[in-house]
């Protein structure tokens, strides 16, 4: 009974967090060994239980493992602390503790020269980990919460993890910790929503236990659909900050400032995973509500399409991969927003199969994210520079980097056979599908699937583009004085990574559609998959994809084609508004400045002359009262006596008064 | 008999000459006596109540009292013999000690 021991798996990064924390900085690699051990022994406790899981009859039955002990009571309500293992959490915990696995070692070799710091470094790593694994084995929303709120003080400290002290000047510190703290107040914004949502399912509910909650979800929106439909949106506000989705996306780019294992972190095994998981898990209660869906489904999409546009025109390295990561969780979003409309239709077979898609592709994302971002990673570690205008030629210099890192391209892009395909196409199908069986919102899922399918092409190029840049053609500045290849730590994640980016699509035909079956309805992944291929809108994505690959090898290789030309050579509104970031960053301040600055005013205003008016006043007046009752010492004992005296005498009449009033001797 | 309002009268008499000397004389030896006066008025009372109620304990209290305050002269006399030698003055109002005020 291995899944007995489920709380092991956060417990034991926790556990190494301390073991770094404390005694690190003696251990080799200050605590990097530690930590590695900590996440591999997390990785094969979560294999065990997942195996037990799978093979045993609670799975047979589609019902969750779970198990809980009473923490604490606040009036009628019950909180409790437990695990919940079911199909979802099994497939999540693999993946984030394996990927986690492989940063790590990685990050031996990335981290080497960054000296005593590592010890901090990888004491903060371990506690992201325990963040994200002890979010995927809770048993109820608080809990899940503050592990959510663990993630987002780890991402905090190390997006600012050169905040000190940069390799590359004050400048790039300064803007390390304004990134730090961008994100951190970003993503605030949507935990304060997650945390009124979860006031509000607390009131409905009186629980917040996941078992509760999906068994009473339909009694409780028959009888209160509004403020059910307001909770969702709300915890679906958390959602839009934690995963980076339109309108909160921003802080995402600007959180490459921290090292690149911590952005491969983010992006792959946590962070912004945490918020689909979120829709995932709380999939039985978002399917209550037809348009909550369709919400969702819209802010998905645009997200999936604003984030590519601004991936075309990007020069850093790190900030196209930050680009795409946000299309790819947009993504997501859309097909969990898509496939709960059609079951919130009635359509359940499609509502899991759109559950299936966002999950299966969250999965897949996570291999080739990872795999990119390592990737990147390499080339920076070999050539001293995100700016791919420097970079160029590296093929031939790093020939392993280049090799895994054209397999996460094909993976993303979404070439046949590699993962992306499979998912990509799951997605921008079941945005088809919602489009065909819905009712009136479903014109909404006509203009998603056809920003999905752009979004595709975009993907294809700017990917392209990137690699292009980076591995082909002249070398330039940078790539000249290139040391070549990176040591094997770095490489043999690499290579690990591209296995799975070129196989963990097949998973589908091989037992993850069973495994990611939501509310006890199953899709068959064969046939789903299969069926991909007698589809013709795969055909035409698939066309789109080649030929923004084709595009970008003519405007990056062959050069026949001149990028200048399309943007007047950086002149065009378009290409401005991009390198703008669609004006996000301006539109940022001008609220942190208008409203958030305004607001501040105004408490701090109410603060000084109010708050503090009313304790200054009231210790001016006891000061004042003080400072003219102390007259009376005049240093004369004579007046001393004669206050004693008419004291005294006031006393003696008061006593005789009194004495006459109460009958007299 | 003399009846027992004659000798409080003289008690209370005694006390206010005390009471008046102390608040207003301005040598300090002059306010040691007045205070003398204003404890033998108390001790007029203590023994006028003995006598009258045939109880022993108020002349007991008497001569007690009248130890303590031998002994309260004693020493507030000393201490007007060291502010002398320091200050060559008995006054009250003399400003040096007057100082100890807000």
């Not at chain 2, 005390?18 to 023994?47: D, H, P, Q």
Request: one cysteine or more; proline letters at 2%.
């Amino acid at each position: 009974m291995i899944a007995e021991y489920t709380w092991l798996v956060p417990f034991i990064p926790m556990m190494c967090f301390l073991i770094i924390g404390i005694i690190g900085k003696k251990t080799p690699e200050k605590g990097g060994y530690i930590a590695i051990a900590g996440a591999l022994c997390s990785f094969i406790i979560a294999v065990a239980i997942s195996v037990e899981y799978l093979t045993g009859d609670a799975f047979a039955n589609g019902d969750p493992i779970t198990s809980q002990i009473e923490w604490f009571h606040i009036g009628d309500y019950t909180i409790h602390l437990g695990y919940y293992v079911d199909g979802l959490t099994c497939a999540m915990m693999l993946f984030s503790s394996f990927i986690s696995t492989l940063i790590f070692i990685y990050s031996i070799g990335y981290m080497h020269d960054q000296g005593e710091r590592k010890n901090r470094y990888y004491a903060e790593v371990s506690l992201f980990l325990t963040g994200m694994l002890g979010l995927i084995v809770s048993s109820n929303f608080l809990e899940l919460f503050i592990f959510w709120e663990v993630m987002g003080l780890c991402s905090y400290l190390l997006i600012g993890f050169w905040s000190f002290r940069h390799d590359n000047g004050d400048e790039a510190s300064a803007n390390a910790a304004s990134a730090a703290k961008k994100a951190f107040l970003v993503t605030r914004m949507g935990d304060v929503c997650l945390m009124g949502g979860l006031f509000i399912f607390l009131n409905l509910f009186m629980s917040l236990d996941y078992t509760t909650l999906f068994e009473h979800a339909e009694a409780v929106y028959a009888q209160d659909p509004e403020l059910m439909t307001l909770g969702l949106l709300l915890i679906f506000g958390g959602v839009i900050g934690k995963s980076a989705q339109f309108p909160l996306h921003d802080w995402l780019p600007d959180a490459m400032a921290g090292p690149t294992t911590v952005s491969s972190l983010i992006h792959a095994a946590t962070m912004v995973k945490a918020g689909v998981y979120l829709v995932a898990r709380a999939f039985p209660l978002y399917v209550m509500d037809a348009n909550v869906m369709v919400f969702v489904g819209i802010i998905g999409g645009v997200t999936a399409f604003i984030a590519a546009t601004m991936a075309l025109n990007n020069m850093n390295i790190k900030k196209v991969l930050a680009y795409s990561t946000i299309s790819q969780l947009g993504y997501m979003i859309l097909a969990l927003g898509a496939g709960g409309y059609l079951w919130a239709l009635g359509y359940e077979e499609l509502g899991a199969l759109g559950f299936f898609a966002g999950c299966f592709h969250m999965i897949n994302h996570a291999f080739f994210k990872a795999l990119l971002f390592m990737g990147s990673g390499s080339v920076i570690h070999g050539t001293g520079t995100e700016d791919m205008r420097l970079m160029g030629g590296l093929f031939k210099k790093m020939k392993i980097t280049a090799t895994t890192m054209l397999f996460g391209c094909l993976a993303i892009a979404g070439i046949p056979i590699f993962s992306g395909f499979w998912s990509k196409d799951l997605v921008i199908d079941i945005a088809m599908h919602a489009f065909e069986h819905g009712t009136d919102a479903s014109v909404w899922f006509i203009v998603l699937w056809v920003l999905a399918v752009i979004t595709a092409f975009m993907t294809a190029f700017y990917m392209f583009r990137m690699w292009f840049m980076t591995f082909m053609g002249e070398p330039r500045e940078n790539a000249q004085h290139c040391h070549g290849e990176s040591p094997k730590t770095m490489t043999m994640p690499l290579v690990i990574l591209a296995i799975f980016a070129l196989i963990s699509g097949l998973f589908m035909f091989f037992g993850l559609d069973k495994m990611l079956a939501v509310m006890g309805v199953q899709i068959d992944g064969a046939e789903e998959g299969l069926a991909l291929f007698s589809n013709m809108f795969t055909y035409l994505t698939l066309v789109l994809a080649v030929v923004g690959i084709a595009i970008a090898y003519l405007m990056y290789v062959k050069k026949t084609v001149d990028p200048g030309k399309f943007n007047k050579h950086g002149d065009s509104w378009l290409y401005k508004a991009l390198t703008q970031r669609w004006w996000f960053p301006d539109l940022y301040n001008q609220i942190s400045w208008k409203l958030g600055y305004g607001v501040a005013k105004g408490v701090n205003y109410i603060d000084r002359q109010i708050v503090d008016g009313t304790v200054n006043g009231l210790s001016g007046a006891v000061v004042g009262g003080g400072d003219s009752l102390s007259k009376v010492q005049t240093g004369h004992v004579q007046d001393y006596s004669s206050i004693v005296l008419i004291g005294i005498s006031a006393l003696a009449v008061i006593f005789l008064i009194i004495v006459a009033q109460l009958g007299g001797f | 008999m003399i009846p027992m309002e004659f000798f409080l009268i003289l008690a209370a008499i005694l006390f206010c000459i005390g009471a008046y000397g102390v608040l207003t004389k301005s040598n300090a030896i002059v306010v040691l006596m007045c205070i003398e006066l204003m404890l033998n008025a108390a001790n007029i009372n203590f023994v006028t109540f003995a006598a009258y109620n045939y109880d022993i304990t108020g002349q007991a209290f008497v001569i007690m009292s009248i130890s303590v305050a031998a002994a309260e002269v004693a020493v507030g006399i000393a201490i007007l013999l060291n502010a002398y030698k320091i200050r060559k003055t008995t006054e009250l109002n003399d400003a040096e000690l007057t100082t100890m005020r807000w």
